[in-house]
């Protein structure tokens, strides 16, 4: 189906409903200002901090955020890819690997995890604007973030040419203000009561990165060309999450913070309420842009309904349950969050580019392909063997399976669950897909 609403010459917007004749209006600056911001969060010194926890060393917690976050942007890349060239948003690609039926369960996923993100963008909002002014205001933070969230999704190209004009040049002036602030003081040797050691940072860090790639192709859908899909998305949020992540690391060495209070040790900083308050106005495109992947997910089961009323009722829903919940497990959401989709990934880009040769079917005919499937599943038992979290209820089960595995001794301090799941995942992808239905 195909939109035809008729639009006055420079609205250009996204189709109402599902279609793959997106048009193709971006190149690759607006796409790479687009994938910074997002790229630029506060959820950045969040996780920089955790990583520095990990691994207990300035050094190695610099290194490990490169090393995830580089693997990260390059499964970042390779999903980009998928938008530009079939014209298709990211869950509707994912057909050319499952079907029009198998695409749904990780379209079921991807919903799930984009209203959590969204729900956790507006928490960290309202939090971080409570660090300056407050809790009595939460609850208007809380709806504020949301609606402004609500209303970039109903016009995305829009709000890709508005970060590109204003937001990224205030950002950037912000974001070198904090980085001296913090990189002036004196460093001092960081707690070693949390250390796990430097893979699971590294695992840590490429689980915020990929969390991107089931959304890429809902954007680079309009990408001009599968090179400024690949290259503006892969360094846009790479090198904004390295950025950010570092400074998060750099935070808990100068300021003797720690994971829960990384924010607000930045915020007391000479003139720093102003520098996150810039910060924290450009966060609400993280919440915008897990809206409005919500909504073509979903696009992805009802296609025939104005992605318009969706982003709406996904947006009051995200902003609902922010109102009652706290940012909780946000480590083993990542770490969830990436044993599910970078082995996903993985596969539907070692299909697309080595198997398939760049032509998949992502009509509403397209079939089931268990080759892909099977990987997809060898990929994430991969990942759980070596890195089984600590998620109640689920990771004694692989814990078990781990200890008999390895008999009982600790994983290989060499072996990290992120590189491990990828290489597993293409490969069997790439072995798999060479078995293919007879002809009839």
Known sequence: MTDTTVRPAGTIEAPLVLTTDAPRTLGFFPQFTLWA?????LFGPVTGALVAAYTGSLAQGLLAI?????????????????GSHTGAPAMAALRGIFGRRGSMAPTVLNIAQNIGWATMEIIVISQAAVAVTGPKWRWLFVLLAGLVATSMAVRPLGSVKLLRKFMVWLVLLASAYLFVQVLTRPVHALPQDNVYGFWPAVDLAAAGVVSFAPLAADYTRHSRTNKAAFSSSALGYGLAAIIYYALGVFAVATLQTNTDNVITALVTLPAGAIALFVLLVDE????????????M??????????????????GAVATGIAMFIDLGNYTQFLYLIGSVFI?????????????????WDVSSTAKFRWQPAVAWLIGFI???????????????????????????????????????????????????GRIRRPVA
């Open 37 to 41: 911001n997002l790229g630029i969060s």
């Open 382 to 432: 991969a990942y759980q063997l070596v890195n089984p979290g600590t998620v109640a209820g689920w990771s004694p089960f692989w814990t078990k399976i781990q200890q008999a595995l390895f008999n009982h001794h600790p994983v290989p301090g060499w072996l990290g669950a992120t590189y491990t799941s990828i290489l597993v995942s293409m490969l069997a992808a790439v072995l798999l």
């Open 284 to 295: 609400v495109d993280e919440a915008y842009a897990n809206v409005y992947s919500t909504t």
């Open 66 to 82: 490169v090393v995830g976050c580089g693997l990260g942007a390059l499964v970042l890349g390779g999903s980009a890819v998928f």
């Open 297 to 314: 997910s979903l696009h992805n089961l009802i296609g025939h309904i104005d992605r318009r009323w969706i982003s709406v009722a996904i």
């Open 343 to 359: 082995p996903l990934f993985a596969v539907a880009i070692a299909d697309f580019f080595l198997v398939s040769k760049m032509k």
